[in-house]
């Protein structure tokens, strides 16, 4: 096989797209599903590496519609202290999407 031939052409599995989200606080690359069942009504969970200390976080991303209509959602997700209740990291809304990062949980509960 000719050294010119790509990964992919011999059946690599590709790297999954990535995305730089920034926000007012940091920025993230975003890169693929959490998991195979991580994509729901809401919306979709990815991985993300947050620049500056490489903290490895989810990321979920859902449509602008449904998180302008629960704005006070996100202000209380963002107080809510309680071990159980995983926390709202940073939130950012494009006008198409609305990106709420979290810690990235890896029990599978």
Do not use: W
Request: glycine share 12%; hydrophobic share 40%.
């Amino acid at each position: 096989m000719p050294k010119s031939e790509s990964a992919a052409a011999v059946g690599a599995t590709p790297a999954p797209p990535q995305q730089l989200l920034r926000t007012a606080n940091h920025e993230y690359i975003i890169g693929g599903m959490v998991s195979d069942c991580s994509c729901g009504g809401e919306g979709r969970v990815l991985r993300c590496l947050r620049r500056g200390d490489g903290a490895q976080l989810a990321v979920k991303v859902v449509p602008s519609g449904r998180m302008a209509a629960n704005a006070a959602q996100v202000g209380i997700m963002r107080a809510l202290d309680h071990a159980n209740i995983t926390p709202l990291l940073d939130f950012h809304d494009d006008g198409v999407s609305a990106y709420l990062v979290q810690p990235l949980a890896r029990g599978g509960d």
